[in-house]
């Protein structure tokens, strides 16, 4: 059975910086879309970032871009986001999920994590 696990998350001030990370067990993320979501309270789930298993591709939401990276780190099998000018509105919890078909940024992963709190706040 696939495993991710999410982590990184926490409380930041306004204008700082997180690094989240998703890392799988048993089975090499390499093959698979994987992205990130998040989901506010009251709000609905949202698609922020992903990157692609076929070129490396990566993708990001317009209340993201330019202010989050994602990449991949194979040899530790873990997959970040690097969130920095952090904003109170990307308080959420955010999850990580993969998929080996489709389209990375469609967002319609198999498997997710059980997601890493975000707040943002001074």
């Known amino acids: 059975q696939l495993q991710l696990v999410e982590s990184g998350g926490g409380l930041v001030q306004p204008g700082g910086s997180l690094r989240l990370a998703c890392t799988g067990s048993g089975f090499s993320l390499d093959y698979y879309h994987i992205g990130w979501s998040r989901q506010a309270p009251g709000k609905e789930r949202e698609g922020v970032s992903c990157i692609s298993r076929n070129n490396g591709g990566t993708y990001y939401s317009d209340s993201v871009k330019g202010r989050f990276t994602i990449s991949r780190d194979s040899a530790k099998n873990t997959v970040y986001l690097q969130m920095n000018s952090l904003k109170p509105e990307d308080t959420a919890v955010y999850y990580c999920?993969?998929?080996?078909?489709?389209?990375?940024?469609?967002?319609?992963?198999?498997?997710w994590g059980q997601g890493t709190q975000v707040t943002v706040s001074s």
């Open positions: 999920g993969l998929t080996g078909w489709g389209l990375c940024h469609a967002y319609e992963y198999d498997t």
